[in-house]
């Protein structure tokens, strides 16, 4: 028989081995980072150490949970709404050609616009707040999914597409059973990148204009050059990406067998 | 004489390409008896997929006559076809089990009922212990195998099948010409082969229908007369050589 068996049998199950070079080389980095600081006299404002970073969460009145609420807000409000626009019209497209014909010219044009510019904008339309930055998230981010989205619906094996057709199968049960499931990994190959773009789309709206969340926060503090507490900003910011990418990631393990995967 | 399953007269298809007209297939005519495994063999180009395409009543002719099914055998074309390709293309998502399913499913046919008979037709094709395995844990041939119990999971009257073993290695596809060879006599199906290995064609059909391109038509349609269950030696014997070199001469290339 030409069976072949590639199921893990190894003592090591769950696979925790090949997290530790990760977690190995992230160390590593903190190690830099503190010799960095220790060998190379570095002052505070210029480059806080780990500890003096860890510090600022304790100190001062930086209402750290607070703002770490607004800004994930943000992030997950913005990337969860471009997850169901971007989507939703992908879905679209794949139903109606013409439609697809007529918006797909205007959304790749309106792709090319830097989304950062269009936040001064935004806020003159919303004023500050959790909406309008959530809204620059969503912009930024909603294109990646919608054209990955997309290029997997569209991406059929002429094969199956007459398998179901001398079956007399109906569209929906095309749609169901092989282009949406098909098209799953490279949607999530489009939330991945979105992640990176929700992050940086709403601290970008904080920047611009805003009275809460971490990027604003970060604002406040370097008027006193307190350096730490920017770098703490920085690691929270960066920790909420990494969540949400984790996230992304666990679901999509969780609904698409290994091979299926892409990107 | 029994009916025919399948009968052609002068099917013609015609491909268009903006004023440009490409004859695909011209003047097919032949009758595949219930029960037969005919295989269609030409070069490529000879318009053998259309045939089979024609067939699975995925595309019309421009002429002639097509019918299948007889009074004694009653044909659906909406459940009665099954079809097997070059590649596998089984859902990589799908569990074993659940792509051979997947016709059932398109066809609504009672799960439980199904559920077991894909078990049967995995044992059929030799893949029983394979049902909870994804498509990628398995080698090519063996992917081919489950396409095929997927093409039988709704007992259908008609098996198309386009090139099923181009894509694998010369070994293993001596080994599923035994494979099919086997399935066909215990299924007792209606097969339609498409083919460009000439002595697959030989070694499988109860009849060859041999196809020619440029220009497309139908140059000869012969039963094959050889005991079964053929044997791989079998091809060396003079019998077998006279068939192959028929079909060499009736393309043309002997």
Redesign the interface.
Known sequence: ???????NTGGDRLGLGRYAPGVVAHLALVLVWLLLVKLGHLPRFVLPSPMDTARALGAGNYNWWGNVATTSAEIFGGYFLALVVGVGLALLFSWSKVLASFLMPVLVSLNMVPKVALGPIIIVWFKYGVFPNTLIAFSICVFPILMTTARGLREI?P??L????????SRW?LFT??QL??A?PYIFAGMKVAVVLAVAGAIVGEFLGSDRGLGYLMLQVQVTLDTPAMFMAVVLITLLGVALYGLVMGLERWL?????RVG | MAEPFIHLRGVRKVYRHGDEEHLAISDATFDVMPGELVALVGPSGCGKSTLLKILAGLQAPDGGEVAIGSAAHAFDPARDVGMVFQAPVLLKWRRILDNVLLPAEILGLPAAASRTRARELLALVGLDGCEDHYPYQLSGGMQQRAAIARALIHDPKLVLMDEPFGALDALTRDKMNLELQRIWSQSGKTIVFVTHGVAEAVFLGTRVVVLTAGPARMAGNFAVDLPRPRTLDLRTSERFGHYTHLIYQLLGMA
């Open positions: 028989m030409d069976r072949r068996d590639r199921r094996e094969e199956l007459d398998l179901v057709r001398a079956l007399r199968g049960q059973k092989i499931p098909g799953l698409i067998p290994r091979d299926a």
